[in-house]
């Protein structure tokens, strides 16, 4: 900055402060003009000092950061550059000595004495962070012109400086903060009252100090009837809570998120409103809240939660597995079906693996080119085809599946879903059945054979009882040297095998078979009627 420059800062700071004073010596207006003097002089901080007669009783009657306390008060009065100023009524330079200060850092005091009547009646302390321990004269000389200017403010107070102005105004760090609040508020009134949206000004306590008209037509509330008063009494008891905390974070300058508040009108209707922070008084101490109608976006977003949560519930009850992707392949829907089926879970596989990973090489892009074909169920459209899909494990899964293509508005497609029915259990049930069915093949094949041996047993046993008796009669009849004899012999022995086969007939119990010629099963009479070895 040149030197040009600085000099024009300093007189327009000066100039402020001086202003301020002019408009009163009370609290309010030495802290103003504080602040301008810290401005327009580059100082960290700028305290205006009231001491006395002996020095001994001290006040920081107005300081730039608005930082005040005994402790503040004790540590001005006992300082040394403090004393020498207020001493030898000159400037003094020297290092500050707050033992908080941060190591590394270099302050430095200028205190510069209030002086009436040949009396310090007070000091002017400003404090610089500094390069090369050197302040520009211009600095010195508006310090100089402020603290003459405190001196003419105080001497205009009867009795002294402190009596002049306890007499002038008695007023509180909060009564400070208070006014600058309304005065900055006053600053911003014109862009709340222009807001489309509804505007509440708060201070920490979640008092209102002011609404515009967005915000009055949104609650049915006049302005002055909510001043005042806590914004708590239109909010739903369960949301106090929030309500405090999000005013606490506001007055602390801290991020605030945008968040909901259900709100009761004058009419007793229940609004829902969305409400973001804006904080441009957080250094005053008061929050701003915009905030908007959301009642029928939200009402909106409700109703579609428990459709989707319905749609949701009804997909995953389904025994059959359901497969959405998108065009690209990437998964969009994963039942609890699918799930069971394929061995994943929906988090494993929705988003972050392509439909053709839980098929056999090629299957997928054939099952498209079946979606795009009349062949089965015509275009768009895939009737049941058995296929296999692809496990976690890597287990093939006989399945059947049917598809259709998902078209937009414009009739575009946009996405595939799939149907799949396991078919494990079916496979395994069939084999079961085919087993039965096998096994009362032979269970009725045994029946037939075991009735048709006894049948026949019954009916060729008295033709053979006759044989037999007709040969042991004709062998009565023959002479010894017959040439018959041997004749009726045979015919008597072969009778007499028959009925053991027949006897075998009539016993039968099971159904067994034996090989025969040509490779031929026939029924083995031995081991089915259990005489195994006298069909011989």
Known sequence: MTTFDLQRVLAEGLTKAAEALAAGNDEVHLHDASLHLAHAMGAETVAIVSVTGDAETSQVVADSDDVRSPTQSSRLRDAPAVKQALATRETVLAPDPDPSRPAGTEDLWAVFPIV?????????????????????????????AAAGLLAVVFSAGKGGAMTGMER???????????????????????????????????????????????????????RQGLEGKRLSQLVLQEQHELLQRMIALGARSMPVDNFDLDLVTTSRDRITVSVASIGLLSEYGAVIFAFRDVTLARGLETELRRTTEFLERILNSAVDGIIAADLQGSVLLFNHGAERIC??????????????????????????????????????RLEPVRRDLKSATGELIPVTISAALVFDDAGQEIATVGIFSDLRERLRMEERLAKAQEKL????????????????????????????????????????????????????????????????????????????????????????????????
């Open 343 to 380: 061995g994943y879970r929906a988090a494993e596989v929705i988003g972050k693996m392509s439909v053709t990973e839980l098929y056999p090489p090629r299957v997928a892009q054939e099952i498209m080119r079946l979606l795009r074909s009349s062949q089965r169920g015509g275009e768009g």
């Open 441 to 536: 093949a032979i269970s009725e094949k045994q029946a037939v054979a075991i009735e048709l041996a006894g049948a026949a047993a019954h009916e060729l046993n008295q033709p053979l009882t006759s044989i037999m008796g007709y040969a042991q009669m004709l062998l009565r009849r023959l002479e010894p040297d017959s040439p018959h004899q041997k004749s009726i012999d045979t015919i008597l022995s072969e009778a007499e095998r028959m009925a053991g086969i027949v006897r075998q007939l009539g016993s039968l119990t099971r159904y067994e078979t034996k090989a025969y010629v040509g490779g031929a099963q026939i029924l083995d009479l031995g081991r089915s009627s259990g005489q195994v070895g006298t069909d011989e």
């Open 168 to 222: 002038t105004r008695k007023v509180t760090l909060t009564d400070v903060r208070r006014e600058r609040r309304v005065r900055a508020i006053e600053r911003y009134r014109a862009f709340i009252d222009s807001a489309s949206d509804g505007i509440v000004v708060l201070d920490e306590n979640g008092t209102v100090l002011y609404m515009n008209r967005a915000a009055e037509q949104a609650t049915g509330y006049a």
């Open 116 to 144: 009436v009547d040949r009396r310090s009646r007070g000091v002017l302390v400003a404090s610089f962070r500094v390069a090369d321990g050197e302040l520009a004269d211009e600095v010195l000389l508006c310090g100089k």
